[in-house]
């Protein structure tokens, strides 16, 4: 499958149920947007994220606005896992 672990920690500050018809086809987009913060040197404050997880991702019981969080990426980039921190 290949899956890279990524360490790195961030804060939930907004999570939205998405459902919808893509444009460009008749498929039908579900999932979860995970919006979140973490700390970035390249950044004055903090850097705001979103993140698109498909709804076949189990989202990690408590998962609420305000918990840390982690993502694991499949070798393409995009979100596979989540898991509290």
């Keep these: 499958m290949g899956v890279l672990i990524i360490m790195d920690e961030f804060k939930v500050v907004g ?32 850097k705001a994220e979103k993140f698109f997880l498909k ?3 189990l989202l990690p ?10 993502l694991v990426y499949n070798r393409y980039g995009k979100v596979a896992g989540v898991s509290l921190v």
């Design 15 to 46: 999570i939205a149920k998405v459902d919808f018809k893509s444009k460009d086809s008749d498929d039908k987009i579900e999932g979860t947007n995970l919006y979140v913060t973490s700390s970035d040197l390249k950044v004055d404050g903090l």
């Design 55 to 57: 709804k076949d991702i």
């Design 61 to 70: 019981d408590g998962l609420k606005v305000g918990a840390k969080i982690s």
